[in-house]
């Protein structure tokens, strides 16, 4: 079975695996690692080619609309191509409006059991001259379009923060889909961790009152440490940036911003640094059964020594 013929019943045991475990599933298309794959899918001027990639993402959202149906909650389906250059390029308009009219085609199809996001990129490795899905050309489709946008924070340079799009993104597309991850140089998918950056991000999204219009995924698979271990760093990180983006004093900065009290606001800011959410985070933890601390260490140590590394 190639790509351009898989169909919900090659993932019925996903939707089984997820009803039986109470978890939501989302999904995404996947354009690399084939031998069509080249430099260019979607936005390939080959029609064969491309067509093979258009019809492989449209029944991935078919796919994603069976999987929201039968969680009854809409499945969001991330699209992201590989697609560009490794050296310079003439033909970077071409390309984009490629691209553009096949993402037209696969999104004509109405599937209310599902959300499409598209996801964009500074470059890919072995691609680094010309990305065609550049956070410009993506910026700009799904605000015409009105699609969600899938904002990874491994995908731009190191020294740019993620969180200063969110804002003006806000103001153009319905919603926004994170992933939420760590670069180091080109890789970036490093464990989550709670750094500015992240912290950053979620402060934006709740001073934008947009927790109700941003879905939060965790976009990283380091396999240098044990992966449960990974996984558990991650979410934690995550959850802390969010927590202290969610206490922060928004109701005062807001007042003294409006005032034009600087130096009160940046008092505040800097004071909210060292609020103790952290014993608020281990009281939600202690009151969830969840380890408090450190305590997850011997526990994953353990489901490491009885059951991983049996496998």
Not at 6 to 23: D, G, L, T, V, Y
Not at 49 to 55: A, G, L, M, N, T
Request: proline share 4%; hydrophobic share 40%.
């Amino acid at each position: 079975m190639d790509r351009d013929q898989c169909e919900p019943k090659h993932f019925e045991s996903w939707i089984q695996w997820a009803r039986e475990n109470n978890m939501k599933l989302d999904f995404n298309s996947t354009s690399f690692g084939h031998p069509k794959s080249g430099d260019l899918s979607l936005a390939n001027p080959d029609p064969a080619i491309r067509e093979f990639w258009i019809e492989h993402t449209k029944r991935c959202r078919r796919i994603a609309d069976a999987m929201g149906k039968a969680q009854g909650d809409p499945c969001i389906m991330n699209i992201w191509v590989h697609d560009g250059s490794k050296d310079q390029t003439v033909e970077r308009k071409r390309y984009r409006e490629i691209f553009a009219e096949s993402l037209d085609e696969i999104l004509k199809e109405d599937l209310p059991g599902m959300k499409t996001c598209l996801e964009a990129k500074l470059f890919g490795i072995g691609l680094e001259s010309y990305t065609v899905g550049s956070h410009d050309f993506v910026a700009g489709y799904c605000a015409t379009r009105k699609l969600m946008y899938t904002l990874d924070t491994g995908h731009y340079e190191m020294t740019e923060n993620v969180s200063d799009m969110v804002a003006s993104l806000l103001l153009f597309v319905p919603e926004l889909m994170l992933h939420v991850s760590r670069p180091i140089r080109w890789d970036s998918d490093h464990v989550t961790i709670m750094n500015d950056q992240t912290l950053d991000l979620f402060k934006e999204i709740v001073r934008a009152d947009a927790l109700n219009r941003a879905h939060i995924g965790l976009d990283y698979f380091d396999a240098a440490i044990n992966r449960i271990g990974a996984y558990v760093i991650g979410t934690r990180a995550t959850q802390k940036c969010l927590l202290s983006a969610l206490l922060e004093p928004l109701g005062k900065l807001r007042e003294y911003e409006d005032a034009g009290k600087g130096f009160q606001r940046l008092a505040l800011l800097e004071e909210a640094k060292t609020l103790p959410f952290g014993a608020v985070f281990d009281y939600f933890n202690y009151k969830n059964n969840v380890p408090v601390g450190a305590a997850f260490i011997p526990a994953i140590e353990k489901y490491e020594e009885e059951v991983t590394s049996m496998r």
